[in-house]
């Protein structure tokens, strides 16, 4: 089975300061890593991806995200945060090793972002 | 070009009657997906079809619930004799094929309240 951990449910930090939301991932194959925004009332946005090659993705609105294998993590950076980007974001995981979980994206509980002025 | 779509986009039924959610996913999309978003489950993952193969239901919480898509394109979430638990936002995806690379696009969601 494959699983996804948000350890923080909350992340304060002043604008311009640098961000990081972390994310924790079990699958048993190899692992295609998501981040997605949710903003107040809308759906999720799709940030950035991770499926192979250079561990460091880059992705909208100036996010990027760090996949280490040996730490089975993905967390989710941005080098000067923006009131704007205060939102609700999480981390999600698809298993390639096949199977009726094939489909699905796995979810964390998300984390609240809030970027004070 | 034009995103996921999903009506109606607020639902307010009374525990026992039947509803009936719809999804329009994007043009090309083979892929779609539901979602369901609460406060105390998170998101969780419905049901997802891929073409013509027969639907992946795992995550269908009990037999009230199913769903169909009729052409390849448009698919109704229909729940049955609500209960106050189903109160959630129900969200639909697609994406450009059923392949753990492609990203899925979601629409706006359906708000349901169950009084």
């Known amino acids: 089975a494959q699983s996804v951990a948000q350890p923080e449910d909350q992340v304060n930090v002043a604008e311009g300061n640098p961000l990081t939301v972390k994310c924790t991932y079990s699958v048993s194959g190899n692992p295609y890593l998501f981040w997605y925004v949710q903003y107040p009332n809308r759906g999720l946005q799709f940030l950035l991806k991770y499926i192979t090659g250079d561990n460091l993705v880059k992705g909208s609105y100036g996010f990027e995200a760090e996949f280490n294998k040996s730490q089975t993590s993905f967390h989710l950076k941005k080098p000067s945060a923006l009131v704007s980007d205060s939102a609700l974001y999480f981390c999600?995981?698809?298993?390639?090793?096949?199977?009726?979980?094939?489909?699905?994206?796995?979810f964390g509980q998300g984390t609240i972002l809030t970027v004070h002025p | 070009g034009a995103g996921v779509s999903q009506s109606p986009s607020n639902k307010v039924t009374e525990k026992g009657k039947d509803v009936e959610l719809r999804c329009d996913p994007i043009s090309g999309h083979t892929a779609l997906y539901w979602y369901r978003q609460s406060l105390g489950q998170g998101l969780e993952f419905l049901i997802y079809f891929q073409g013509n193969s027969a639907p992946d239901k795992s995550g269908l919480p009990s037999d009230r619930f199913s769903a169909e898509r009729t052409g390849g394109s448009v698919s109704t979430l229909t729940i049955q004799r609500t209960q106050q638990e189903d109160s959630a936002v129900y969200l639909c995806?697609?994406?450009?094929?059923?392949?753990?690379?492609?990203?899925?696009?979601f629409g706006p969601g359906t708000r349901l309240t169950v009084t």
């Open positions: 999600a995981v698809r298993d390639n090793a096949g199977g009726t979980s094939y489909g699905k994206l796995t």
């Open positions: 995806a697609s994406s450009y094929r059923d392949r753990v690379s492609y990203e899925q696009y």
